[in-house]
C-alpha cells in the first residue's frame, strides 16, 4: 500500500483554507458523504443511548457533535487539528446554545489528551483517512474507552477491487490523504487493538453516486459560489473538476469507497 508524505501541517493547511470552504460548500457542516441520513444510521448501528459521554475524532466544525448532542441526548468532546476547524467548532457550538455540551480540544488524534476508560463512545466520520498513523488512532481510541464502550466511524477507504499505485497516488495527493485504509486493513486494527468488531460494510455504490452528486452541484448550481472561494480561478476549477471526475471513476469500478464499522472494548 503506497502512503504519501503527506502530515497533519498539510491536511491542516487545507482546512484552513479555501478548500476546508469548498468542501463545507458541496457536502454541508458536517463535510462527510451522506450528511445526516449517514450519521443516523451510525448512531443507531452503534447503539448510542442518552447519557451517554463520546468523543469525536477529528471533529472539524464540530457538527458530528452537535448532531448527536441534539438527536441522542449525549454529552460530547471533539478533537482536531485545525486551528480554523477548532475555532469555527466552540463558535457554532455557542450559536446553537450546545456549548455547555460540548468540549471541543485542539490536538492530535494519535496522542488524545484525555485519560484512559473517559469515554462510553469514540466516533469519526469520514475523516480518518487523513490520519497518518492509523493503528496509532485506533489503539488511542481504544485506550479511553471504557470496558463495553462502542467505537463507531466511517471512513473513505480503498475499495475492493483495488487501485493501482498510480491511480491510489493521484487521489491521495488531489485529497490530501497519506493513504486510505482498506476494509480488511481497518478489521485488522481494531482486532489488534483488542476491540471485538460487530460489524464493517463496504457502502458501494453509494459512494461514487454521492461524487457525481457534488460534481452536479459544482457545475450546475454552485459555480459562481465555488469560483468566490478560489478567487475565481477558472483554470484550477477545472482542474479539481477533472480530479472529482476520475474519483467518480475508480469509485465507480469499485476501487474506492466508503466503509462503516461498529466495534465494542
Known amino acids: 500500500m503506497q502512503h504519501l508524505n503527506i502530515t497533519l501541517k498539510d491536511v491542516s493547511a487545507?482546512?484552513?483554507?479555501?478548500e476546508g470552504q469548498l468542501w463545507e460548500l458541496i457536502m454541508g457542516e458536517q463535510i462527510h458523504v451522506g450528511g445526516f441520513k449517514s450519521s443516523k444510521i451510525l448512531a443507531d448501528q452503534a447503539g448510542i443511548q442518552k447519557g451517554w459521554k463520546g468523543l469525536d475524532l477529528c471533529s472539524a466544525l464540530g457538527a458530528g457533535c452537535r448532531f448527536l448532542v441534539k438527536n441522542y441526548g449525549v454529552t460530547m468532546c471533539g478533537l482536531d487539528g485545525t486551528q480554523t476547524m477548532h475555532r469555527e467548532a466552540q463558535a457554532r457550538a455557542k450559536a446553537e446554545r450546545l456549548a455547555d455540551k460540548i468540549e471541543f480540544k485542539l490536538g492530535d488524534v494519535?496522542?488524545?489528551p484525555w485519560p484512559d476508560k473517559t469515554f462510553d463512545f469514540v466516533w469519526g466520520e469520514d475523516a480518518w483517512c487523513y490520519v497518518v498513523d492509523k493503528e496509532k488512532l485506533i489503539n488511542e481510541a481504544a485506550r479511553v474507552l471504557r470496558p463495553g464502550g462502542t467505537l463507531a466511524f466511517t471512513d473513505w477507504i480503498e475499495g475492493a477491487k483495488g487501485l493501482s499505485d498510480e491511480e491510489a497516488r493521484r487521489v491521495n495527493a488531489f485529497m490530501k490523504f497519506p493513504y486510505m485504509e482498506s476494509l480488511e486493513g481497518y478489521k485488522r486494527l481494531i482486532h489488534e487493538a483488542g476491540l471485538k468488531l460487530v460489524?464493517?460494510?463496504?457502502?458501494?455504490?453509494?459512494?461514487?453516486?454521492?461524487?457525481?452528486?457534488y460534481i452536479k452541484m459544482l457545475t450546475d448550481q454552485l459555480t459562481y459560489d465555488a469560483l468566490k472561494i478560489i478567487g475565481d480561478n477558472m483554470e484550477l476549477f477545472q482542474a479539481m473538476g477533472g480530479e472529482?471526475?476520475?474519483?467518480?471513476k475508480v469509485a465507480h469500478e469499485g476501487k474506492m469507497d466508503r466503509g462503516r464499522f461498529v466495534a465494542r472494548k
Do not use: K, N, R, W
Open 14 to 18: 487545507v482546512y484552513d483554507g479555501p
Open 110 to 112: 494519535t496522542a488524545i
Open 244 to 248: 472529482m471526475m476520475f474519483m467518480s
Open 199 to 213: 460489524s464493517a460494510e463496504e457502502l458501494y455504490p453509494e459512494f461514487g453516486q454521492h461524487v457525481d452528486l
